[in-house]
């Protein structure tokens, strides 16, 4: 093969894998961190592809929003004129009732309220007066640092921990947020008396263990400090709790107090249909298994507000700052939640929450449950409650987590900014900051204006929060270091009003790995074509118009493509081909590799092209598979077939049958007339040589059928096979003469699987694997022990079993097994009238049609006429090899 040809197909290679690559990298970036496998490489990649997608941000320039928001910034010019931060809520409360009177659509906190104002009593009931009097204008914070990954199940625990530990002032009747998720019989139920129970029984322990650490005989003893101590560790114990709910560790489902733990479940369950018959081991398993993860993230421990403002607020959001594996805040999530229970549970972002203020809009979180439980998000849109009937306005485009990507205006205020000591004066104007263009310098620049209060703030969303260096509310983004977090949810609430939002390529997941093999193997073939210079000044020519298209549809199309693996493809397969264009010495090997892999299997080639000594005579001790198939009756065949169609029928079966072994990670051993004997586990190392042994025989049998009919339409003759396989210790490695080599496997573990095939003859069964093979496979597929055998040679017996099915059997098949079960148990134990029943119920259930049942049917009836003797072990002993 030329060089050219080679170089083309290593383009080839390098673009199939990371076609290969990136299909399952869009799987794992889009599917919701909760639900993620853990895979450093995937991670790692997702890190790189963030990063470099952070350059795109840079080079954008900034974009001016005319969305009505602005933040009132306690910065550090605040702080100076008026004092260190926290402020006194009596000056909240005139700072907010002032923009109110001016006309703001809201007002929403990036700051949370939660210890009482100890040294101005009444300053509480300042700020709370101000929240009563208008409840449908300000939004109160609140956050949570315990991000929760419990069991599926253990939400029903969650959700009740949350509203016993404030949820049900957080979150209240929200009609601007609403939940359609598919809920069944358990999620119906009323859990609150079971976990009410159960949450007394654990703060009291809670309460007498810091009671007796402290030496105190009462709560009222404790001191302010040691009661908000007290109350930490209480709701601390409960999510603590849920975690190990309905598992191994759960306090309440051990020891005496069982009997009465059922019970309460049973008094739960009680006007459930469903339920109440079920065991109480059964309610508990049927409880486990009927929840899936859910995508959105899960909190637990949030922080309220104290009760006084807390009571009179109608909403409440969360100012979590969701962070990128990196450490990188990207996107922002609309929606958290504790537990899923609808109306109680689930907590808007800041940005989202407010939005929805200047409506009033609502907006609709539609959950999606597939067939098998699980949980996905399948919309979020928002609609105009103002018009009737409502009517839809956006659809925005979520991920699987429920968040937005963030569309960046440019670098810290690049939106309204006003600071706050600005609202504490009696001038009608108001002085308001922007980031924007020097034209000149071509540098931004700070431009201050002063606006007219009321009409400045007249219909626009507020929010405030702390953007003082010493405050340490700062976050790294793409665009800079220490953005201030309340800017975040600045921008993402603009995003919302501007309805434009940065979005991936829908159908990326699909069409990139086409890209990546189709665009990969084009290019492969011009540098393959191309001598070194021109291959570098097109490498340059494709990088540059890559990087050009993909700016374009950021800045012009807000389309952000997972660009880091087209970049990474085009640079190793150019790297590649170079490389093997200059090291000559790769062409002899791939020649090499191309005339042996038309003899043996290519796996068998990679490992002696590894090392000049694999080509010397020799094997070594490995624990494989060994699989041999024959064809039933072949010798007959042979016999009406003249040459030419014999080799022709030869040739039609073996060549799909040796496609499933190599499919299946196997070696071609050889072909002998027209059986095939082939090992699993060797050249290359393979944990699974069983199962892939056991799945290869399977599909082989898959295949046969489907050969059967199609010799039955070219009146070829109907062909059988038999299938054998043993796992055990083996010797494999290039045996023969110096003259002729072969890669091959022996030993007694060999000579087994090759005389379990044969005794498939004996049974009317087409695959039987050894007890030794059943070890490694049980939990996988499904096989039933047919006997115990002791095969010529050999004086220790060895239990057989019929490979029935990948998985588990169902139906009819799953009740002929469990009759042949008892049946076979029944025979072991010397009773052979209920066994022979057995055996006639199974064969009765595929009418007639089961060699095995009929076999024991026979045998049952020889041992009645004629019972065994004292000693007999049930062995039978195989006269042939």
């Given at each position: 093969?030329?060089?050219?040809?080679?170089?083309?197909?290593?383009?080839?290679?390098?673009?199939?894998?990371?076609?290969?690559?990136?299909?399952?990298?869009?799987?794992?970036?889009?599917?919701?961190?909760?639900?993620?496998?853990?895979?450093?490489?995937?991670?790692?990649?997702?890190?790189?592809?963030?990063?470099?997608?952070?350059?795109?941000?840079?080079?954008?320039?900034?974009?001016?929003?005319?969305?009505?928001?602005?933040?009132?910034?306690?910065?550090?010019?605040?702080?100076?004129?008026?004092?260190?931060?926290?402020?006194?809520?009596?000056?909240?409360?005139?700072?907010?009732?002032?923009?109110?009177?001016?006309?703001?659509?809201?007002?929403?906190?990036?700051?949370?309220?939660a210890e009482p104002e100890a040294a101005n009593p009444t300053a509480d009931s300042a700020l709370a007066k101000v929240i009563e009097a208008n409840p449908d204008?300000?939004?109160?914070?609140?956050?949570?640092?315990?991000?929760?990954?419990?069991?599926?199940?253990?939400?029903?625990?969650?959700?009740?921990?949350?509203?016993?530990?404030?949820?049900?002032?957080?979150?209240?009747?929200?009609?601007?947020?609403?939940?359609?998720?598919?809920?069944?019989?358990?999620?119906?139920?009323?859990?609150?008396?079971?976990?009410?129970?159960?949450?007394?029984?654990?703060?009291?322990?809670?309460?007498?263990?810091?009671?007796?650490?402290?030496?105190?005989?009462?709560?009222?003893?404790?001191?302010?400090?040691?009661?908000?101590?007290?109350?930490?560790?209480?709701?601390?114990?409960?999510?603590?709790?849920?975690?190990?709910?309905?598992?191994?560790?759960?306090?309440?489902?051990?020891?005496?107090?069982?009997?009465?733990?059922?019970?309460?479940?049973?008094?739960?369950?009680?006007?459930?249909?469903?339920?109440?018959?079920?065991?109480?081991?059964?309610?508990?398993?049927?409880?486990?298994?009927?929840?899936?993860?859910?995508?959105?993230?899960?909190?637990?421990?949030?922080?309220?507000?104290?009760?006084?403002?807390?009571?009179?607020?109608?909403?409440?959001?969360?100012?979590?700052?969701?962070?990128?594996?990196?450490?990188?805040?990207?996107?922002?999530?609309?929606?958290?939640?504790?537990?899923?229970?609808?109306?109680?549970?689930?907590?808007?972002?800041?940005?989202?929450?407010?939005?929805?203020?200047?409506?009033?809009?609502?907006?609709?979180?539609?959950?999606?449950?597939?067939?098998?439980?699980?949980?996905?998000?399948?919309?979020?849109?928002?609609?105009?409650?103002?018009?009737?009937?409502?009517?839809?306005?956006?659809?925005?485009?979520?991920?699987?987590?429920?968040?937005?990507?963030?569309?960046?205006?440019?670098?810290?205020?690049?939106?309204?900014?006003?600071?706050?000591?600005?609202?504490?004066?009696?001038?009608?104007?108001?002085?308001?900051?922007?980031?924007?263009?020097?034209q000149q310098s071509k540098q931004l620049v700070y431009e201050t204006k002063e606006y007219d209060k009321k009409e400045f703030f007249k219909d626009r969303s507020?929010?405030?929060?702390?953007?003082?260096?010493?405050?340490?509310?700062?976050?790294?983004?793409?665009?800079?270091?220490?953005?201030?977090?309340?800017?975040?949810?600045?921008?993402?609430?603009?995003?919302?009003?501007?309805?434009?939002?940065?979005?991936?390529?829908?159908?990326?997941?699909?069409?990139?790995?086409?890209?990546?093999?189709?665009?990969?193997?084009?290019?492969?073939?011009?540098?393959?074509?191309?001598?070194?210079?021109?291959?570098?000044?097109?490498?340059?020519?494709?990088?540059?118009?890559?990087?050009?298209?993909?700016?374009?549809?950021?800045?012009?199309?807000?389309?952000?493509?997972?660009?880091?693996?087209?970049?990474?493809?085009?640079?190793?397969?150019?790297?590649?081909?170079?490389?093997?264009?200059?090291?000559?010495?790769?062409?002899?090997?791939?020649?090499?590799?191309?005339?042996?892999?038309?003899?043996?299997?290519?796996?068998?080639?990679?490992?002696?092209?590894?090392?000049?000594?694999?080509?010397?005579?020799?094997?070594?001790?490995?624990?494989?598979?060994?699989?041999?198939?024959?064809?039933?009756?072949?010798?007959?065949?042979?016999?009406?077939?003249?040459?030419?169609?014999?080799?022709?029928?030869?040739?039609?079966?073996?060549?799909?049958?040796?496609?499933?072994?190599?499919?299946?990670?196997?070696?071609?051993?050889?072909?002998?007339?027209?059986?095939?004997?082939?090992?699993?586990?060797?050249?290359?190392?393979?944990?699974?040589?069983?199962?892939?042994?056991?799945?290869?025989?399977?599909?082989?049998?898959?295949?046969?059928?489907?050969?059967?009919?199609?010799?039955?339409?070219?009146?070829?003759?109907?062909?059988?096979?038999?299938?054998?396989?043993?796992?055990?210790?083996?010797?494999?490695?290039?045996?023969?003469?110096?003259?002729?080599?072969?890669?091959?496997?022996?030993?007694?573990?060999?000579?087994?699987?090759?005389?379990?095939?044969?005794?498939?003859?004996?049974?009317?069964?087409?695959?039987?694997?050894?007890?030794?093979?059943?070890?490694?496979?049980?939990?996988?597929?499904?096989?039933?022990?047919?006997?115990?055998?002791?095969?010529?040679?050999?004086?220790?017996?060895?239990?057989?079993?019929?490979?029935?099915?990948?998985?588990?059997?169902?139906?009819?098949?799953?009740?002929?097994?469990?009759?042949?079960?008892?049946?076979?148990?029944?025979?072991?134990?010397?009773?052979?009238?209920?066994?022979?029943?057995?055996?006639?119920?199974?064969?009765?259930?595929?009418?007639?049609?089961?060699?095995?049942?009929?076999?024991?049917?026979?045998?049952?009836?020889?041992?009645?006429?004629?019972?065994?003797?004292?000693?007999?072990?049930?062995?039978?002993?195989?006269?042939?090899?």
């Amino acid at each position: 093969m030329k060089t050219e040809k080679i170089s083309i197909l290593i383009g080839i290679i390098i673009s199939a894998f990371f076609a290969w690559f990136s299909s399952y990298y869009f799987n794992y970036s889009r599917t919701p961190a909760i639900q993620r496998p853990y895979s450093p490489l995937l991670e790692s990649t997702e890190v790189l592809d963030l990063r470099m997608n952070d350059f795109k941000y840079k080079m954008r320039p900034s974009v001016q929003s005319q969305a009505p928001v602005a933040l009132i910034a306690i910065d550090d010019a605040s702080v100076r004129e008026i004092g260190r931060w926290p402020w006194s809520r009596e000056m909240i409360a005139e700072m907010t009732g002032k923009v109110l009177q001016h006309g703001a659509k809201s007002v929403s906190f990036d700051v949370i309220f939660a210890e009482p104002e100890a040294a101005n009593p009444t300053a509480d009931s300042a700020l709370a007066k101000v929240i009563e009097a208008n409840p449908d204008k300000v939004v109160l914070g609140t956050f949570s640092e315990n991000l929760i990954d419990f069991q599926p199940h253990q939400d029903l625990c969650v959700a009740e921990a949350f509203l016993a530990t404030g949820g049900e002032q957080l979150v209240k009747i929200n009609p601007s947020f609403s939940i359609d998720e598919e809920t069944h019989a358990i999620d119906d139920l009323n859990w609150a008396p079971l976990f009410k129970t159960f949450f007394d029984s654990i703060q009291e322990r809670e309460e007498e263990d810091l009671l007796k650490s402290l030496g105190k005989s009462s709560r009222e003893e404790l001191s302010t400090f040691q009661k908000n101590n007290l109350k930490a560790r209480q709701s601390l114990a409960l999510f603590d709790y849920c975690k190990s709910w309905l598992t191994k560790e759960d306090v309440f489902l051990k020891g005496e107090n069982r009997a009465q733990v059922a019970l309460l479940y049973a008094q739960v369950t009680k006007d459930s249909a469903a339920l109440k018959n079920l065991s109480f081991d059964n309610l508990l398993a049927r409880i486990r298994s009927s929840y899936k993860t859910h995508p959105i993230p899960q909190y637990g421990e949030w922080t309220p507000n104290i009760p006084e403002l807390q009571t009179p607020a109608t909403y409440t959001a969360s100012f979590i700052a969701q962070l990128d594996s990196d450490g990188y805040v990207r996107r922002y999530p609309l929606f958290f939640r504790s537990g899923h229970k609808l109306g109680t549970s689930f907590i808007p972002s800041m940005a989202l929450q407010s939005f929805l203020l200047s409506g009033p809009y609502r907006a609709e979180l539609k959950m999606n449950t597939g067939k098998k439980g699980e949980k996905s998000l399948e919309s979020f849109n928002i609609y105009d409650t103002s018009k009737d009937p409502e009517v839809k306005i956006a659809s925005y485009p979520v991920d699987g987590s429920g968040q937005l990507l963030i569309n960046f205006y440019g670098r810290q205020m690049s939106l309204p900014y006003v600071s706050a000591k600005e609202l504490f004066n009696d001038s009608p104007t108001v002085k308001v900051t922007t980031s924007v263009l020097n034209q000149q310098s071509k540098q931004l620049v700070y431009e201050t204006k002063e606006y007219d209060k009321k009409e400045f703030f007249k219909d626009r969303s507020l929010i405030v929060g702390a953007t003082a260096v010493g405050l340490y509310d700062l976050r790294n983004t793409p665009l800079e270091a220490n953005y201030p977090g309340p800017e975040l949810h600045l921008t993402m609430l603009a995003n919302l009003f501007d309805k434009n939002f940065l979005k991936p390529w829908n159908a990326e997941s699909t069409l990139m790995p086409w890209i990546l093999l189709i665009g990969g193997t084009l290019l492969a073939t011009a540098w393959a074509l191309m001598g070194p210079l021109a291959s570098i000044a097109g490498f340059m020519l494709v990088f540059a118009l890559m990087a050009a298209l993909d700016l374009w549809l950021f800045m012009s199309k807000q389309i952000l493509l997972h660009s880091f693996l087209i970049y990474i493809s085009a640079l190793t397969g150019f790297i590649a081909i170079q490389l093997f264009k200059y090291f000559t010495e790769e062409k002899k090997k791939k020649e090499l590799k191309s005339t042996f892999s038309k003899y043996v299997s290519p796996a068998v080639v990679d490992e002696l092209l590894k090392d000049a000594a694999n080509l010397k005579l020799g094997g070594r001790r490995e624990r494989m598979t060994a699989f041999f198939s024959d064809v039933r009756g072949f010798t007959t065949i042979s016999e009406k077939l003249p040459p030419e169609e014999l080799s022709r029928v030869l040739n039609l079966y073996l060549t799909p049958m040796t496609d499933i072994v190599f499919k299946n990670q196997g070696t071609l051993d050889k072909y002998m007339g027209d059986a095939i004997m082939a090992f699993f586990g060797a050249p290359v190392k393979d944990s699974q040589h069983a199962a892939h042994a056991c799945r290869c025989a399977l599909q082989s049998l898959v295949k046969l059928k489907e050969l059967q009919k199609e010799f039955s339409d070219k009146g070829l003759p109907y062909i059988d096979i038999g299938i054998g396989i043993n796992t055990g210790e083996m010797s494999v490695g290039n045996m023969g003469s110096n003259i002729v080599q072969n890669y091959t496997v022996m030993g007694d573990s060999v000579n087994l699987a090759s005389r379990l095939e044969g005794i498939n003859k004996e049974y009317g069964t087409r695959i039987v694997i050894s007890e030794f093979t059943y070890n490694d496979i049980q939990e996988e597929f499904t096989a039933r022990e047919i006997d115990r055998v002791r095969v010529k040679g050999k004086l220790e017996p060895v239990r057989i079993f019929e490979l029935v099915c990948e998985g588990t059997s169902s139906g009819k098949e799953a009740e002929m097994l469990a009759l042949f079960q008892q049946g076979y148990e029944t025979y072991h134990a010397r009773k052979f009238t209920e066994a022979q029943k057995l055996f006639k119920a199974g064969l009765d259930l595929y009418q007639g049609q089961e060699p095995v049942c009929e076999l024991y049917i026979e045998r049952c009836q020889d041992y009645i006429d004629s019972p065994p003797p004292e000693g007999w072990d049930g062995v039978y002993v195989m006269k042939t090899k």
